[in-house]
């Protein structure tokens, strides 16, 4: 493949991963094994991918805050407990071998389809701040950081379950603070991909492109019932992937 391709298929895979993460969550599942498949080491495919990442939940925020949903003192004290976590991780996943690193990713692709088939409860939950128990969230939290800093693949579908059901937020309120975590824990761990040398600038300026695209779109146009298709579709990539990366075929 040459150059220019890869380069296209970076903004496209960028664009619906932006899109997907919007709609339903999980756009890394795509992003972070095209990016292995195109020829970048698993540690530089990671750090790579954060690029995208920050970019897209720095947006994210924006959006909220402009929409007037922004609470960033609670968020701030939320993310403030992913980020030991989230140093820990990254400095690990830059670590281990590309094979085990493959494997691992592999396995929690294979977990997030179970996730995705799984049936969403139709419990709703008004408040905004909740009421929730500080000793089985705050360790929640540095775990999620961990995890975000290590591997970043469906960590959205975590934290939204650890917000909702722990601290009993409703799902815009879910949102609001999930971009800004995964927008502060990100930062550390970029600075220990970057001073590993395990960032590629191009791509990951190329992919954050089109992540950008992709969510604009996805928040313009609002899609209420697309979510069930791009979980298809979703699936189905995961699923590929997951079996490419665990070299079955």
Known sequence: ?????KLILL???????GFINVMAGGGSTLSLPI???????SSMANGTN???IFIQNVSAVVSFKQEKFAQFKLSLKLAAF??????IGAVIAVNISNELFQKI??????????????????KQFKTETGDYNPWLLYPALIGIG????????????????TLHYIMRLNLIHVNMHKVFIIGLYMIPAILVFYFTDNINWLYGLLL?????????WAAKLAVKKGEKVIRGVLLVAIFIMAMKLLKIF
């Open 146 to 161: 961990f995890y975000g800093g290590f591997i970043q693949a469906g960590v959205g579908f975590i934290i939204m379950a």
């Open 35 to 41: 990016l292995i498949f195109l020829g970048l080491e």
């Open 208 to 216: 954050a492109g089109g992540n950008a695209f992709g969510a604009w």
């Open 1 to 5: 493949m040459s150059e220019i391709a």
């Open 50 to 52: 954060r690029i995208a």
């Open 82 to 87: 992913t980020l030991p976590g989230a140093i």
């Open 11 to 17: 903004f496209l895979v960028g664009s619906v991963a």
């Open 105 to 122: 990713l592999a396995i929690v692709m294979i977990g997030i389809i179970f996730m995705l088939l799984t049936p969403k409860s139709k």
